[in-house]
């Protein structure tokens, strides 16, 4: 049965039939009358085809109103309104269009208001404790919201908690918080239908199996802001990894690519809608591979690198899968993340090297700069490693920017441990971090294996030390700037001036300059303001260590930015 959840649902309905007939038994037979009238009436209810949903209607129910409430018909979900929050990293935005796109086609309309849905559901984030505290306050805030609502409304309102958290804390949001009637974890989603239809009967409904296969890949996502230029395509799900303080494996399940197809075809349906920036994701995007391409290939891993897995062989990798995105629509960006270090073989540093609209910017996540907290986290680097790495990638692609993630106070950090990190920081100097202190989570191998010994304050300190310390060298990356020429993709308006406006480089660098009408071209006295998505030239004049800022010179595209003036652009090869 495709649905394992309603494959559940029929066996316990079967065993409730029974132990109710064997209760039954001993009382009706003094009375045959009243055992052949209960026969009648179980007879009659659900049977295993009213839990399998898609079945011929015309065959097994007689009319749409004769439904079981658990089957999941969607004239009946016309009238029903939806909203949506959205919590975490860049997968749950991804996550929150694919529910755009299912419930939508189950007939529900998705609203931007609360105050004006049926059901608030909520996409949640499990990594910190920082973040799952923000969405319990979230969720008090709906169950507030839910009150009033249910004052006024005939039709009480719904709450349900998705993604992350969703799986991990399952028990506690149905049956101790008791806030909520919908739980539904990151495989689940075609499930939600279903799952809402059971929560209007009264129940408690959840669905947080992990699949070993489930990519939605069959799923065309409904994005939450259609007007905007730049799109996320989800590549692969889950991931293999096992890092010592990474909740990911145990509440998105193991990695599972999507065919090279089904990106294919979504990233061709967003340069068809004008999008001119794709950001690839995935849990580990450059361990990406297809297993139906029929393609056989090995796991090159970077020099110094390895894995607690056992290799997969064959299926199309990740390089392949880049070059193949990037020839989609050369006028559009392409970005990726998140990877791993250790998959950075050279044929994936070479594609990025020699297609001029993949962004020569790479998420390099260092965690720490101290092998021995690396060998705890389960890295499979050491810190020597790791700098080797960051120079061969130099070497190949030398205008490169690089941006990392770090976690401070990690379990038996030593201060001399925390300062190898500081001197990592400032010898390789990176564009963006993010960095945070440590919390632990349940469920991770830290958890059960590692002491969580190093005082909440003495991790504020340590992040807010390396954070210091990443801000001053981004600040004399960004002065070096002063003078060049950047393509920068247009946002908008500044969110400080209403006479700035801002858009992005290549390496996704914030770049601030006045809204004034610029030459439609290099050779051209036309003038014409930017818009949203356009490609333009900014000469650098000024800079802080969050953004650069510049004057407006001319609209280009992006292959003639880097054919036109590669004596002058530091940013294209």
Same mark, same amino acid.
């Given at each position: 049965?495709?649905?394992?959840?309603?494959?559940?649902?029929?066996?316990?309905?079967?065993?409730?039939?029974?132990?109710?007939?064997?209760?039954?038994?001993?009382?009706?037979?003094?009375?045959?009358?009243?055992?052949?009238?209960?026969?009648?009436?179980?007879?009659?209810?659900?049977?295993?085809?009213?839990?399998?949903?898609?079945?011929?209607?015309?065959?097994?129910?007689?009319?749409?109103?004769?439904?079981?409430?658990?089957?999941?018909?969607?004239?009946?979900?016309?009238?029903?309104?939806?909203?949506?929050?959205?919590?975490?990293?860049?997968?749950?935005?991804?996550?929150?269009?694919?529910?755009?796109?299912?419930?939508?086609?189950?007939?529900?309309?998705?609203?931007?208001?609360?105050?004006?849905?049926?059901?608030?559901?909520?996409?949640?984030?499990?990594?910190?404790?920082?973040?799952?505290?923000?969405?319990?306050?979230?969720?008090?805030?709906?169950?507030?919201?839910?009150?009033?609502?249910?004052?006024?409304?005939?039709?009480?309102?719904?709450?349900?908690?998705?993604?992350?958290?969703?799986?991990?804390?399952?028990?506690?949001?149905?049956?101790?918080?008791?806030?909520?009637?919908?739980?539904?974890?990151?495989?689940?989603?075609?499930?939600?239908?279903?799952?809402?239809?059971?929560?209007?009967?009264?129940?408690?409904?959840?669905?947080?199996?992990?699949?070993?296969?489930?990519?939605?890949?069959?799923?065309?996502?409904?994005?939450?802001? @259609?007007?905007?230029?730049?799109?996320?395509?989800?590549?692969?799900?889950?991931?293999?990894?096992?890092?010592?303080?990474?909740?990911?494996?145990?509440?998105?399940?193991?990695?599972?690519?999507?065919?090279?197809?089904?990106?294919?075809?979504?990233?061709?349906?967003?340069?068809?809608?004008?999008?001119?920036?794709?950001?690839?994701?995935?849990?580990?995007?450059?361990?990406?591979?297809?297993?139906?391409?029929?393609?056989?290939?090995?796991?090159?891993?970077?020099?110094?690198?390895?894995?607690?897995?056992?290799?997969?062989?064959?299926?199309?990798?990740?390089?392949?899968?880049?070059?193949?995105?990037?020839?989609?629509?050369?006028?559009?960006?392409?970005?990726?993340?998140?990877?791993?270090?250790?998959?950075?073989?050279?044929?994936?540093?070479?594609?990025?090297?020699?297609?001029?609209?993949?962004?020569?910017?790479?998420?390099?996540?260092?965690?720490?700069?101290?092998?021995?907290?690396?060998?705890?986290?389960?890295?499979?680097?050491?810190?020597?490693?790791?700098?080797?790495?960051?120079?061969?990638?130099?070497?190949?692609?030398?205008?490169?920017?690089?941006?990392?993630?770090?976690?401070?106070?990690?379990?038996?950090?030593? @201060?001399?441990?925390?300062?190898?990190?500081?001197?990592?920081?400032?010898?390789?100097?990176?564009?963006?971090?993010?960095?945070?202190?440590?919390?632990?989570?349940?469920?991770?191998?830290?958890?059960?294996?590692?002491?969580?010994?190093?005082?909440?304050?003495?991790?504020?300190?340590?992040?807010?030390?390396?954070?210091?310390?990443?801000?001053?060298?981004?600040?004399?990356?960004?002065?070096?700037?002063?003078?060049?020429?950047?393509?920068?993709?247009?946002?908008?308006?500044?969110?400080?001036? @209403?006479?700035?406006?801002?858009?992005?480089?290549?390496?996704?660098?914030?770049?601030?300059?006045?809204?004034?009408?610029?030459?439609?071209?290099?050779?051209?006295?036309?003038?014409?303001?930017?818009?949203?998505?356009?490609?333009?030239?900014?000469?650098?004049?000024?800079?802080?260590?969050?953004?650069?800022?510049?004057?407006?010179?001319?609209?280009?595209?992006?292959?003639?930015?880097?054919?036109?003036?590669?004596?002058?652009?530091?940013?294209?090869?």
């Amino acid at each position: 049965m495709q649905n394992p959840e309603m494959w559940r649902r029929f066996l316990n309905l079967s065993l409730r039939k029974r132990h109710i007939l064997q209760k039954c038994r001993i009382g009706t037979q003094s009375n045959p009358e009243n055992l052949t009238k209960f026969k009648e009436k179980i007879s009659n209810g659900p049977s295993l085809t009213n839990f399998i949903s898609g079945t011929e209607k015309s065959k097994f129910i007689d009319s749409v109103t004769d439904h079981p409430p658990y089957v999941s018909l969607s004239n009946s979900n016309k009238s029903r309104k939806i909203y949506i929050e959205t919590f975490g990293c860049q997968m749950n935005v991804n996550d929150t269009e694919i529910i755009y796109s299912i419930v939508k086609d189950a007939g529900f309309e998705v609203v931007k208001d609360i105050s004006h849905t049926d059901v608030a559901l909520i996409m949640t984030c499990a990594i910190r404790e920082g973040a799952e505290q923000k969405i319990w306050n979230r969720l008090h805030y709906f169950k507030s919201v839910k009150l009033k609502h249910d004052r006024i409304s005939q039709y009480p309102m719904k709450i349900g908690v998705l993604g992350c958290m969703a799986e991990r804390l399952k028990h506690k949001l149905i049956e101790k918080e008791k806030i909520v009637d919908i739980v539904a974890g990151p495989d689940s989603y075609k499930d939600l239908p279903n799952l809402l239809s059971l929560a209007d009967e009264g129940q408690k409904a959840v669905n947080v199996m992990l699949s070993a296969d489930e990519t939605y890949a069959d799923i065309m996502p409904v994005r939450i802001n @259609e007007a905007s230029k730049s799109a996320f395509v989800s590549i692969m799900r889950g991931c293999d990894n096992m890092c010592t303080f990474c909740i990911v494996p145990f509440t998105r399940g193991r990695e599972r690519s999507r065919s090279a197809t089904s990106i294919l075809d979504e990233v061709k349906h967003l340069s068809d809608q004008g999008v001119k920036e794709i950001t690839l994701l995935g849990q580990n995007v450059n361990s990406y591979r297809d297993l139906s391409s029929g393609v056989y290939s090995r796991t090159i891993l970077s020099s110094g690198f390895k894995t607690v897995y056992k290799e997969r062989p064959g299926g199309l990798r990740f390089a392949d899968l880049l070059d193949k995105v990037a020839d989609v629509n050369p006028e559009i960006r392409i970005r990726f993340t998140s990877p791993h270090p250790k998959d950075f073989p050279d044929d994936v540093l070479h594609v990025i090297k020699e297609k001029s609209n993949i962004c020569k910017v790479l998420h390099l996540p260092a965690q720490s700069g101290n092998t021995e907290v690396l060998q705890r986290m389960r890295r499979g680097h050491t810190r020597e490693a790791y700098l080797e790495l960051v120079d061969h990638i130099s070497s190949i692609i030398p205008d490169v920017a690089l941006t990392s993630d770090f976690i401070c106070g990690f379990c038996e950090e030593t @201060e001399e441990a925390h300062q190898d990190t500081l001197s990592l920081i400032e010898r390789v100097k990176y564009e963006f971090a993010y960095i945070f202190p440590y919390s632990m989570r349940q469920k991770t191998h830290a958890y059960y294996d590692l002491k969580d010994n190093v005082p909440e304050e003495e991790k504020k300190r340590r992040a807010n030390e390396a954070y210091d310390v990443f801000r001053a060298c981004t600040l004399q990356l960004h002065k070096k700037e002063i003078g060049n020429l950047h393509l920068v993709q247009v946002l908008g308006p500044s969110k400080r001036s @209403e006479l700035d406006w801002s858009g992005r480089n290549d390496w996704n660098t914030k770049v601030i300059f006045p809204q004034i009408p610029i030459p439609t071209g290099r050779d051209t006295n036309n003038l014409q303001l930017p818009s949203p998505g356009d490609y333009i030239v900014v000469h650098i004049n000024d800079c802080s260590s969050q953004v650069l800022k510049g004057n407006p010179l001319y609209h280009t595209t992006l292959q003639e930015f880097c054919r036109k003036a590669p004596e002058q652009i530091e940013l294209c090869n």
